[in-house]
């Protein structure tokens, strides 16, 4: 496979990179967390999304190295942002599987200087679906050692809250595909307030992914919402960009 081959030498070569979007605190209306997220800086087609290329990465096993390199240099990254600002690292069901793969996550911790309180482990709910006992067990044994756990793209997959019954995710990250309609349809917002009402019922803290308008941002706000991600505030920038993210307000 000609992609494989590609992925393969441009993890040897460096040719991955991580750029950050902001968690924004609606109270304070600060930056309390950075999202890495995963680009390939390709010689002919530039800068290339993970959409295209993490499913081949998940079928031939290359994300556990990937996925490896990410969190240490995303821990390494997160070590030069003030210690408030907190790490988010999206995690495949592929890379959970593998045995050590807790073991790398502490090592890349341990390596940067960080502490476990600063992680987030970013999961979709097919992290459950497969696998159940060892992964379950893999993520127990993370949030014991203090790393926390969230469930992204909540509310689009089959059984959303099957999970949460499943596993104490210390967060839910409500997909952005609930944010489209909040200025059209007026279930849009009573289904808003119910997942927020949701995660309040159950003692998880909740984001809502995808504002990109004020509009949104106000009508999530008014549904109680308290942490938010979205092009409004910022898309996801490289490194060196986020020095001035963090010492401006969003
Ligand atoms: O950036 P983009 O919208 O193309 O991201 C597509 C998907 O890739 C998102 O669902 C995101 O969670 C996932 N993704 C981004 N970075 C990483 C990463 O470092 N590791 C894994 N496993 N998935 C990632
Ligand atoms: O699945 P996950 O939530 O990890 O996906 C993150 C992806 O969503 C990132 O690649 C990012 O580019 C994209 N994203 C972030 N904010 C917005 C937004 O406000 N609107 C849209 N359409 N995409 C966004
Ligand atoms: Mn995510
Ligand atoms: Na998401």
């Known amino acids: 496979h000609a992609l494989e081959r590609e992925l393969r030498e441009a993890l040897a ?91 790398g996550v502490l090592a890349a911790l341990e390596a940067a200087g960080i502490g476990p309180g600063r992680l987030e482990l970013e999961m979709t709910e097919t992290v459950l679906l497969e696998d159940t006992e ?15 756990i969230s469930m992204d793209d909540f509310g689009t997959g089959y059984s959303s809250l099957g999970y949460l019954r499943r596993f104490p995710f210390d967060k839910i990250k ?9 200025d059209r349809a007026a279930e849009a917002g009573m289904i808003m307030r119910t997942l927020l009402g949701l995660g309040a019922n159950l003692g998880i803290a909740t984001l809502v992914e995808g504002i990109e ?22 898309p996801p920038r490289p490194l060196t960009e986020t020095y001035a993210m963090l010492s401006e307000p969003p």
């Open 13 to 103: 070569q460096g040719a991955f990179e991580l750029h950050y979007q902001p968690l924004v605190d609606l109270g304070g209306g600060r930056i309390t967390g950075m999202e890495a997220l995963l680009r390939w800086r390709h010689p002919e087609r530039g800068l290339v999304s993970p959409g295209t290329f993490i499913p081949l990465a998940e079928e031939t096993g290359l994300i556990v190295p990937l996925g490896r390199w990410v969190l240490e240099q995303a821990c390494r990254d997160a070590a030069t942002w003030p210690a408030h600002v907190s790490l988010a690292v999206n995690v495949s069901a592929a890379q959970l599987r593998h045995r050590g793969f807790a073991e």
């Open 174 to 182: 409500i997909d952005r595909s609930f944010v489209r309609d909040l």
């Open 134 to 148: 060892t992964n379950l067990e893999t993520l127990h044994g993370l949030r014991r050692a203090g790393i926390r």
């Open 213 to 234: 308008t004020r509009a949104q941002l106000e009508a999530v706000r008014a549904a109680g919402c308290r942490q938010v991600q979205g092009y409004l505030f910022s």
